[in-house]
C-alpha cells in the first residue's frame, strides 16, 4: 500500500515537473521549422507589404538575403538562427493564443523592422479583472536593451500601437511565439502592429530567456526523492 502511494505521488509529481518544462502554454502545440519559401503558410512565412522587409520567419531563420525598413538597430541579416535550430507554435499553422509561465523572464529587443513609428511592448495579468499594463519597450529603445520580469502568476503580452492593442491571449491575435531547440528555455515572440494586415508579425521582435520559480525546482526535487524512496522500497 505504501509503495503504490510512493509511486503515485512521484508520478504525479513528475508529471506537473513535466508541465513545466513548457513554459509556453495555451492553445496551440510546438512544431518544427518547415523551409522557409514565403508561400504564406504557416502564418509566420507570410509576405510583408511592409517594402522591403521581410517576415519574422526569414528574421529569425535568417540566410534569406536581409531584410528592409530596418529601426533602431536592427540587424539587416536578422538573428540568423537556422531553421533547424527552431520550433513555432500555433494551431494547425495559424497564429494562436499564448500564456507565458511564472517565473524569471529576461526580454531582449531584438528588432523593429517597419511598422509603426510608436510603439509599446508589455505585459499583463490576464487573472486580474481589470489587468495593469507593464510596458517593457517602445520606440525610444534601441536593439539589445533588456528588461527583466519576475512574473508571479501567469502573465500574457501585448503590443499597442495607437488605438490598436494586440495581446497574446486572446483575439485579437498579433503576437507570435517561437522556441529554440538547443538552448534551454530561450524564446522569441514576433508582433504584429495593425489589424487585418498583412501578418509578417515582424513589427517588434523580441527573445526571452526563462528561468522557473523557485517552486518548480523544489517539485522536480520532490519528485525525485519520491521516486528514489519507492527504488528503495522495493530493493
Known amino acids: 500500500m505504501c509503495s503504490k502511494l510512493i509511486s503515485s505521488l ?20 510546438w512544431s518544427s521549422w518547415p523551409q522557409v519559401n514565403n508561400d504564406g503558410t504557416p502564418f509566420w512565412d507570410r509576405t510583408s507589404s511592409d517594402g522591403r522587409a521581410c517576415n519574422i520567419g526569414y528574421f529569425l531563420a535568417g540566410g534569406f538575403g536581409g531584410c528592409g525598413n530596418l529601426k533602431n538597430g536592427t540587424p539587416a541579416s536578422g538573428l540568423n538562427l537556422g531553421g533547424s535550430n527552431l520550433e513555432y507554435y500555433s494551431n494547425n499553422d495559424a497564429i494562436t493564443s499564448f500564456l507565458l509561465a511564472p517565473g524569471e523572464w529576461t526580454f531582449t529587443l531584438e528588432g523593429r523592422i517597419a511598422g509603426s513609428s510608436t510603439f509599446e511592448v508589455g505585459y499583463y495579468y490576464p487573472s486580474t479583472p481589470l489587468p495593469t499594463l507593464y510596458p517593457l519597450f517602445n520606440q525610444t529603445n534601441t536593439v539589445g536593451d533588456t528588461a527583466k520580469v519576475m512574473a508571479n502568476n501567469v502573465i500574457a503580452l501585448y503590443l499597442m500601437d495607437g488605438s490598436y492593442f494586440f495581446r497574446s491571449d486572446s483575439d485579437p491575435l498579433g503576437v507570435a511565439a517561437f522556441r529554440h531547440t538547443v538552448l534551454p528555455n530561450q524564446f522569441y515572440f514576433g508582433f504584429e502592429d495593425r489589424p487585418r494586415g498583412d501578418w509578417d508579425m515582424n513589427d517588434v521582435v523580441l527573445s526571452a530567456h526563462y528561468v522557473p520559480e ?9 519528485g525525485l526523492l519520491g521516486l528514489g524512496l519507492l527504488r528503495r522500497r522495493l530493493s
Open 10 to 29: 512521484a508520478v504525479l509529481i513528475m508529471a506537473s515537473a513535466v508541465m513545466w518544462s513548457s513554459p509556453v502554454t495555451g492553445t496551440g502545440t
Open 214 to 222: 523557485p517552486g518548480t525546482y523544489a517539485l522536480i526535487g520532490a
